[in-house]
Every structure is written in C-alpha cells, then in structure tokens.
C-alpha cells in the first residue's frame, strides 16, 4: 500500500512538472509593471493627456500678450479752401504729413512707454498783395517724443493687467491635478484588471494541479475495480469528481480568455500566449496618514485650487475699487523751416508731467462682489473640511479591512497546511482499505476551496493597498515600491 501511494504522488510530481515546463516553455511572464509601461507609452488616453497639458501651458502664455509692442501709422492729407477770405489769409492750404507711434506695456511696472514721430509739410497759396508782406508758401514741421504713464495706486505693478495671467495659471495648476488623477484612475482600472486575470489564471492552474490528481486516483481506482480492491461507487464517484473538473476547466478557461481580450484591446502587444506574474508573499505596508498626504489628496488639492483661485478673485476685486491715480511724464522734441533740410534739426524741446486721478462714488458693484466672494471662500474652505474627513472615513475602513484581511491570510495558510495533511492521510488510509474514495474527494476539495480563498484574499489585500494608495494620490509611489520589492 505505501508503493501505491508513492507511486499516486510520483505520478503527480510528474504532471505537476510537466505541465510546469509545457507553459514556460510556450509562454511568456507578463508581469503588472510591463502593462502599466506599455500603456503609459502607446496608449491614446496618455497622448491626449500630454497633448492636453501643453495646451493648458500655451493658454498661460497668450495671457502675456498685453506687453507686446503695439504701433500705428497714420498718413495725412489735407485741402482746405477757406469759405471767407481776406489779403492776409490763404487762399488754399495743401497739408501732407505722417504719423507714427509705438507703445509698450510694462511687465514689471504696469506702466505705458509711448514713443511717437510725427513728419508735416505746409504749403499755401496767398495774394500777391500778401506776399509782399513776406508770408509763406511752404512750410515743414516735424516732431518726436517719449511718453511713459506710471500706475500709482490702481494697477501698481501691473497687478490688474496681469489677472488673466494669473487665472490662466492657476488653471494651469488644477488642469496639472486633474489630468494627473485621471491617469492614475485609468492605471487603477487596469490595475484591477490585471489581478482579476492573475486571479482567474491562477484557479485555471489549481484545477489543472487537481485535475492531474484526479486523474491519478481515477486509473489507480479502475485497476483496484479490476482487482476486485476498490468498489464500483468508488469508481464512479471518481470518474464524476474528473468530469466535474472539466467542466471547471473549461468555465474557467473562458473567464481567462475573456480577460485576455479585453486586455489586449488597451496593450500593443499580444498576451494571448502569457502568464501574469505576481509575488503575493509580500504583503506592503500602509503608510501613515500625515497632514501633507492629505493636503496632495487630488481632489482635496482642486478644492484648495479653487479657494486660492477666489482669494485672488477677492484681492483683485480690491485692487479694482482704488481710485486711478497716473503720473504721465512726457518729452517732444520738435522744429519747423521753410526748407525741408533746416526742419529736420528736432532741437526745440518739450516737457511735460501731470497727474490724474478719478475715482467712483458709490462703488456699488465692489461692495456686492466683495460679499458675494467672502461667502464663497467660506464655502469652499466648508467643502475642503467634508472632503478631508470623507477620505479620513474611507481610509480608517481600509485600513481596517486591511489588517483582518492580514490575519485571515494567517489563518488561510494554517488551514492550508492541515488540509494537505489531511489529503495525505485520507489518500494513505484509503490505500490500506481503511477509508472510503468519497473522504479523499472531499479532503481534496477542501484544498482546492482553501486555496481559491487563500488566493483571493492575498488578491483582494493589494487590490486594498493599491485603493488606499490611489486614494491619497499615491499610486506611482506604490508601484515604484512594489516593482522595487520584485512584487510587479
């Protein structure tokens, strides 16, 4: 009886081996951290995020347009015949002239540089009585100046100018975040979809293990009929344990095919001959929940983008409600002859500097913006308090179903131990004739359920601690760890 034992696990050893090297020879290991590569790399979604991140940086940008140099150029051209006339008065008047100006907002300052040319020739016709007198026929006159309109209280520094700057950037920043989050709940979806294929291939191998033994006990059991050893409900309660089997397999063949071609519809290259590797003997660590993780929690971060981007609305508000108060300095330098060589010498100069200052009386509009924006501040910063302890709630619960889950993984091993023990045992006892075949199923049985369960809780522990990670934003931070620890 003990060789015949023997002989059941050599034969299961043998299996087991062969059918070991059978799938590393034609498959290849797909592990967790190569799909999350290749998607990164060729996966439209992530290519619409890049793009859609150089559009938000190109929308900051435009936003500064207000400082480029702006000029005009006016040509002129007059006649003019006057309706009355007299002997000291021209009797028609032919002007041509062209003006041409520069202007530059300040950056830095908020202020206005201007620069301006102006080139004008005069000519008219008088009586003969009042050339006499020596007027003139012709006449140039051409000026240049420089001009600058500093900001002294409403606009200082440019402050209102730059508004659009300013909100363009922090949408910038929120656009950051939300696309950053995106990401990582797309990885998160494959993540899980990965488990499930590791999940649905490794029960595929266990009922393939058990299929193997199955096999073994029903050929020794036929030739223990033969013998007259083994009774006929033996025999068919173990050629029906093996049919069962092969309806699992194939049910669970399909729930792997299934998975894989949903999987290849998102990766560029085939799976269909791979096998998903994973190392659950490592369970990781959940972090400690600081102040900081939970300020860069994304959604949290939106919110407090969002209340920042009303604080501002709020200062700006408050910058538009001082009075303007502008100090203009300005310098032409102009000349004039009756020949077009002496008009170009610019050496008469003029300079000027003036104040102005306006300002609304009743300033309506910022009394109610003002309220308007305080209570929205203080219902944002409402929304920031319930978003924070709704996350510290949804933590707290993983937190504690992560740690049962890691004392009913310790006690699915203990369990597993025993139940090969027992396999051992019910198989020995029926070899000597002092069992029944149905308590070796049933002890088989066992292993396998204990093993589905082992399987899936090991499984469900990292689908926790990728949700914990992903809730606190932190999923690249877990996935570095998890491919440094050879788990991925």
């Known amino acids: 009886m003990f060789f015949q034992s023997f002989k059941i696990y050599r034969t299961l050893l043998f299996f087991c081996l062969l059918q070991a090297s059978l799938c590393f020879a034609q498959t290849n290991i797909y592990r967790l951290q190569t799909l999350v590569d290749d998607v990164y790399t060729t996966h439209p979604f992530f290519k619409s995020t890049s793009i859609q991140r150089d559009i938000a940086k190109l929308t900051i940008l435009k936003e500064k347009s207000f400082t480029d140099i702006s000029y005009s150029l006016t040509p002129l051209m007059s006649y003019t015949k006057p309706a009355s006339s007299s002997p000291f008065s021209a009797q028609e008047t032919t002007s041509l002239g062209m003006t041409s100006s520069l202007s530059k907002k300040l950056w830095s300052t908020g202020g206005t540089l201007g620069a301006s040319i102006g080139l004008n020739s005069m000519e008219s016709a008088y009586s003969s009585q009042a050339q006499q007198f020596g007027l003139l026929n012709n006449y140039y006159y051409h000026s240049i100046g420089l001009s600058y309109v500093h900001p002294l209280l409403k606009n200082k520094k440019g402050v209102i100018d730059k508004i659009n700057f300013q909100t363009k950037t922090l949408d910038y920043k929120r656009t950051l975040i939300q696309l950053s989050d995106q990401e990582q709940q797309f990885i998160l979806g494959l993540i899980y979809q990965f488990l499930e294929w590791y999940g649905h291939y490794q029960e595929l191998t266990n009922l393939r293990d058990r299929y193997a033994i199955s096999k073994t006990l029903f050929l ?84 407090s983008q969002q209340k920042e981007l009303l604080l501002f609305q709020k200062s700006m508000v408050n910058e538009k409600n001082h009075p303007n108060l502008d100090l203009t300095v300005a310098t032409n330098l102009k000349s004039g002859a009756t020949s077009l060589g002496d008009s170009l010498g610019f050496n008469k100069p003029d300079y000027t500097m003036s104040l ?25 910063q409402l929304s920031i308090d319930s978003a924070i302890l709704t996350l510290k709630a949804t933590l707290i619960d993983i937190k504690t179903q992560y740690q049962s889950l890691i004392n009913v993984i310790e006690s699915n091993e203990a369990r597993m131990v025993l139940a090969k023990k027992r396999v051992k045992q019910e198989v020995k006892r029926y070899n000597h004739g002092r069992g029944q075949f149905s308590f070796v199923v049933q002890a088989q049985d066992n292993v396998q359920y204990i093993e589905t369960i082992l399987l899936q809780n090991k499984i469900s522990i990292y689908r926790l601690y990728i949700q914990y990670m992903t809730s606190l934003g932190l999923l690249d931070d877990a996935l570095k760890k998890l491919n440094y620890e050879s788990i991925i």
Not at 222 to 243: G, M, P, T
Not at 357 to 380: A, F, G, M, P, W
């Open 220 to 303: 020794d059991t036929k030739k223990k009929f033969k013998k007259n050893i083994a009774e006929q409900v033996d025999l068919i309660q173990s050629e029906d344990s093996l049919k069962n089997l092969e309806q699992l397999i194939i049910l669970q063949q399909g729930k792997v095919d299934s998975k894989i071609n949903q999987l290849s519809l998102i990766l560029s290259n085939p799976i269909s001959e791979s096998i998903p590797k994973l190392n659950l003997s490592y369970i990781p660590d959940l972090p400690r929940l600081t102040t900081d993780m939970i300020r860069n929690v994304p959604h949290i971060t939106l919110l």
């Open 356 to 380: 102005t200052y306006t300002n609304s009386v009743e300033k309506t509009n910022y009394h109610v913006d003002n309220r308007i924006l305080k209570q929205s501040i203080n219902n944002i």
